[in-house]
């Protein structure tokens, strides 16, 4: 089994059991981040984060329409807080899987977190459109 397959596997696992656990009504919140308590951690967290984000990124160059992967890049983001560059992702996924409900109400946690309030359709298909070019992009020096 190659690194990246088992990546997969893991990341898929991961998130199954993230969707599957039950929450409520409300969606689970990641809770806030001390950057002060955590500085030891953090710089060692951001290296894992990014190197996740980069295999992620070379598996979705090869396999350009799993949404599962696209959806796990979103939730790794909004994981970290990065809560506008979770929207990409998630805008691509729900161009290829518009009936999905967890992508739905990933995305509304992620616009409302960044602050966006709103998000309209052309603004989805726009970042949807600049995801998909930085997928295609990535690995190649860009």
Not at 41 to 67: F, W
Not at 106 to 125: H, N, Y
Request: glycine share 4%; with cysteine.
């Amino acid at each position: 089994m190659t690194y990246l397959k088992g990546l997969m596997i893991a990341a898929a696992i991961d998130l199954v059991w993230i969707m599957a656990r039950p929450t409520g009504t409300q969606p689970a919140t990641v809770p806030a981040l001390d950057l002060v308590a955590a500085w030891p951690a953090e710089p060692q967290q951001l290296a894992e984060t990014s190197r996740l984000d980069d295999s992620l990124m070379l598996y979705l160059q090869e396999h350009p329409e799993d949404v599962s992967a696209m959806e796990t890049l979103a939730g790794l983001f909004a994981q970290n807080e990065w809560w506008d560059a979770a929207i990409n992702p998630l805008a691509r996924a729900l161009e290829l899987d518009p009936a999905r409900r967890s992508l739905w109400a990933a995305l509304d946690r992620a616009v409302e977190k960044s602050g966006l309030g709103q998000i309209t359709d052309a603004e989805l298909v726009r970042r949807a459109a600049a995801f998909k070019e930085s997928v295609e992009m990535e690995g190649h020096g860009c």
